[in-house]
């Protein structure tokens, strides 16, 4: 049986390891429609490779380029807000979502159809409105299944008993590039540092997540709204080779874990299979090759973000929209060159104190958590030159 598929965020680093996967198995999937944000003849490019009947940019000013670099290739193309919603509407049995960050948050909403499968990789959507996009999920029937690779492997682990027994379920970090760095030194850390992860290859933005480690903090909200699991019962453990992704302790003491080498395309066969698992033709790994895989508790201390995150999470309501939206704000600015590497858990820290005295009930749409996430931005916008006049003294 072959699935049809759209994917969100087509060009991105996901997007191009799912085409990938899929291409290694033609005959298996039919691709309806890809979504990219602004690269017209990068989406061009991969809506021919995939053989994708519509393409949609994001970005409206591109869609004249998009348009010509697809003339003569039958494949129907669009930009701006209305082309997204329409490549979510074909008709396609799996969306792939992986548009990076809260923007992935409205067209992935949007996919949400009965009997759809969501293979979620933009773990933003429910980081900004976990429990409203859970629900509608849930009402319709949609089946989310995490692309993260983390998430993926508890996805496993987890199949193997029922909730009430998870004593825990824990999150592997590889620690990024700062993982033996000290404070000092990271505090004086560029963008150029920041992103060159030592173990995946990944888009700018996750990249940051990763130096900070939010994107641990992201993923144990992410775990929170996949998984049913309350803060107390997840944990993060620091392991640098990132061949352990998830693990899940029992009431019994038992362990069930997930492993595989460090590849995004495992994960992603994964969310894409069928009756059974699809073939990859990736290294296998070798744990006798490899000898030794070494473990080690995060330091909050070096690494705020995750503390920081954690605490939101155990304040529930819309603080973690808020600290979400900060994030983004900071991450970008810091990308920008415009503010220091600890200015960004800063300034997120100094956002959800400014928000935390307010009653803060948990967006019960989508659109309210859009709504908060636009305000919490704002605030967060107003707060960078403070930072970046600093940064120049
Ligand atoms: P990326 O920056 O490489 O790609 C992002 C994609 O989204 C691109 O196709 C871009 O054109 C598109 N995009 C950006 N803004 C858009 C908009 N407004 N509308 C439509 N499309 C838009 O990012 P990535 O590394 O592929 O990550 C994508 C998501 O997957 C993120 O949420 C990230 O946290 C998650 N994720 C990534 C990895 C990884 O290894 N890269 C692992 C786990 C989870
Ligand atoms: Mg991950």
Same mark, same amino acid.
Request: proline fraction near 2%; avoid cysteine; aromatic fraction near 6%.
């Given at each position: 049986m072959t699935r049809s598929l759209t994917i969100l965020g087509a060009t991105g680093s996901i997007g191009r390891s799912t085409a990938d996967v899929v291409l290694a198995h033609r005959d298996e999937f039919r691709v309806e429609a890809v979504v990219g944000g602004r690269d017209a003849?990068?989406?061009?490019?991969?809506?021919?490779?995939? &053989?994708?009947?519509?393409?949609a940019l994001a970005d409206e000013r591109e869609g004249e380029a998009l348009k010509q670099a697809l003339s003569g290739t039958g494949i129907g193309n669009g930009a701006g807000h209305s082309a997204v919603l329409e490549a979510v509407e074909h008709d396609a049995d799996t969306v792939l979502a992986a548009i990076s960050g809260t923007a992935g948050l409205a067209p992935t909403h949007a996919a949400l159809k009965p009997g759809r499968r969501i293979a979620l990789a933009n773990k933003e959507s429910l980081v900004c409105a976990g429990s409203a996009f859970m629900a509608d999920a849930r009402r319709l029937g949609v089946e989310i299944m995490p692309v993260d690779s983390e998430h993926n492997a508890l996805d496993h682990a987890l199949a193997a008993g029922l909730n009430r027994d998870v004593e825990k379920a824990v999150i592997t970090a590889s620690g990024g590039p700062f993982r033996t760095w000290a404070r000092e030194r990271i505090a004086k850390a560029n963008t150029k540092e920041a992103s060159a992860h030592p173990v995946w290859s990944m888009g700018s933005k996750i990249n940051?997540?990763?130096?900070? #480690?939010?994107?641990? &903090? #992201? *993923? #144990?909200i992410e775990a929170h709204h996949l998984f049913d699991l309350e803060v107390e019962r997840l944990d993060v453990l620091v392991h640098p080779e990132a061949i352990v992704h998830g693990l899940v302790q029992w009431s019994d003491g038992a362990v069930t874990s997930g492993l595989a080498l460090p590849d995004m395309k495992v994960p992603i066969a994964n969310a894409l299979r069928n009756q059974g698992r699809l073939k990859m033709n990736l290294p296998r790994l070798? #744990?006798?090759?490899? &000898?030794?895989?070494?473990? *080690?508790?995060?330091? *909050? *201390?070096?690494?705020p973000c995750l503390s920081l995150a954690k605490a939101v999470l155990k304040a529930g309501g819309a603080m973690p929209t808020i600290l979400n939206a900060a994030n983004e704000i900071a991450v970008e600015a810091f990308m920008a060159d415009r503010i220091k590497f600890y200015d960004i858990s800063e300034l997120v820290e100094s956002i959800c104190s400014t928000f935390s005295g307010r009653n803060n009930p948990a967006p019960a749409t989508v659109a309210d958590a859009l709504g908060i996430d636009h305000e919490a931005r704002q605030a967060a916008r107003r707060l960078i030159p403070v930072y970046a006049e600093a940064t120049r003294l």
């Open positions: 003849t990068a989406l061009a490019k991969v809506a021919r490779r995939l &053989g994708a009947k519509f393409a940051i997540d990763s130096a900070t #480690l939010m994107n641990k &903090g #992201l *993923e #144990l070798d #744990l006798a090759a490899i &000898g030794r895989l070494s473990f *080690e508790r995060p330091d *909050e *201390e070096r690494f």
